[in-house]
């Protein structure tokens, strides 16, 4: 008897699900291939459908999409990237804030150190939240939490082309490892995670943990947030191309002659991303997301991302549209609230402008804070160099209400 599509269908989704996720196992019965021969699709590729084409239904089924996205992400563009070394030590200095971590890996090692700045007064139960700032970061921190500098162009240098394969990630790991410079940097961050989990006279709050970084250090805030899923509140800043833009949105606003980054000319420029992604640059119809399912990887937590439309160059459409696909991913898991997006003019690159500091403050009040307050920012100023948005040329799925 031949069974009718639906009936076949119905079958396939009860057995995904069935034998997705067991406690202490994983993820069995959701493939995480790093690559999908013969895709093609000049949209952006649909949150909704897992890569055999099956519907996610159901919030556990996002987080076997999610995993999907994060293969694929790292097998086009990110490389590889490692997990918890088998051998790791940290110490903490309380009186200078310094916490150290030296990592092992065959006969390899590398000891890294940064320096907590906390507040004044009585830490809250728990212990302080913390914003780990790429290079420092460039937004204003409220009172009340504390800030570690994050050295990640010593994790994995940044320069120019010559970078491939230098600082401290490749001295542990080899200079040919495959993870880009921005995958180095999320290996990092989740160090630093763990030995503040293992160090408690830290008194940092790990459940309280926001990231942030601008410009190209935005695009790898935007990655920690998207791989580390103990971060919170993620904040990229003025990230442009290979940040909270899409590659596909980027190349129709060049050519639609708008002066913007693109994917080709990215790759010429410095090291964020594995010398696979050049393979893909010219054809990004065959890339199987975009990086609307970068920022997606974050939900259901806390991400707000700024835009500056004073720089073309920075793709602001691409950065609308990007964010505007990667919001139906919220709104399907219910916490529309939890995803911002600010787009504004009138300052200079990575200068944080007063006008943006509400929205930015409502975040940390709600996931550093443990405020009740509005976070339903989410706006553009529509300055996109006459370059037309609309977005049913590029979002071509409806929003399920996952369950």
């Known amino acids: 008897m031949k069974l ?107 000891t890294f150190a940064q320096t907590i700045k906390y507040p004044t007064g009585k830490a809250p139960a728990g212990g302080w939240p913390l914003v780990i700032g790429y290079d420092g970061g460039s937004i204003p921190v409220p009172s009340g939490i504390a800030t ?43 160090r630093i995670i763990d030995a503040l989990e293992e160090l408690p ?18 695009k790898g805030a935007l990655m920690a947030g998207a791989f580390e899923p103990r971060i919170a509140l993620t904040i990229p800043q003025e990230s442009g191309s290979g940040g909270d833009t899409c590659w596909r949105l980027s190349l129709y606003e060049q050519s639609s002659g708008s002066v913007v980054q693109t994917a080709t000319e990215i790759v010429q420029e410095n090291v964020w991303f594995s010398t696979n992604f050049a393979n893909y ?11 609307h399912l970068l ?25 609308w549209g990007c964010v505007s696909a990667a919001h139906t991913v919220y709104e399907a898991l219910g916490v529309p609230q939890n995803h911002g997006f600010e787009q504004i003019g009138g300052h200079e690159h990575c200068a944080w402008p007063a006008n943006l500091t509400a929205s930015l403050n409502a975040f940390f009040d709600k996931f550093l804070l443990d405020e009740n307050v509005s976070t339903d920012d989410f706006s553009t100023n529509d300055v996109f160099y006459n370059v037309t948005w609309n977005a049913a040329d590029w979002i071509n799925w409806k929003t399920p209400r996952l369950l």
């Not at 699709?41 to 987080?63: A, H, R």
């Open 148 to 190: 570690l500098s994050y050295a990640n162009s010593a994790m994995a240098v940044q320069n120019d082309l010559t970078s491939r394969g230098v600082g401290l990630f490749y001295e542990l790991y080899g200079a040919n490892h495959t993870a880009s410079s921005m995958t180095a940097w999320v290996w990092g961050v989740s």
């Open 4 to 110: 009718s599509t639906a009936v076949q269908l119905s079958f396939a989704l009860v057995a995904h699900r069935a034998n997705a996720q067991l406690p202490g196992l994983g993820w069995l019965g959701c493939p995480t291939p790093a690559t999908i021969p013969k895709y093609n699709n000049s949209k952006l590729p649909d949150p909704f459908l897992f890569d055999d084409g099956l519907p996610v239904l159901t919030k556990s089924d996002w987080e076997c999409r999610r995993a999907q996205i994060g293969a694929l992400i790292q097998g086009y563009e990110a490389g590889v990237l490692p997990g918890k070394p088998a051998h790791v030590s940290s110490t903490f200095n309380a009186t200078s804030g310094v916490l150290s971590i030296t990592a092992f890996n065959g006969g390899n090692n590398i």
């Open 201 to 218: 006279k830290a008194n940092i709050n790990t459940k309280k943990i926001a990231v942030t970084g601008c410009s190209r250090d935005g």
């Open 295 to 319: 920022l997606a990887m974050v939900a259901p937590r806390g991400l707000v991302s700024y835009e500056n439309t004073d720089f073309a160059w920075l793709s602001p459409l691409s950065a």
């Open 281 to 291: 640059v010219n054809e990004l119809e065959v890339l199987p997301y975009d990086h």
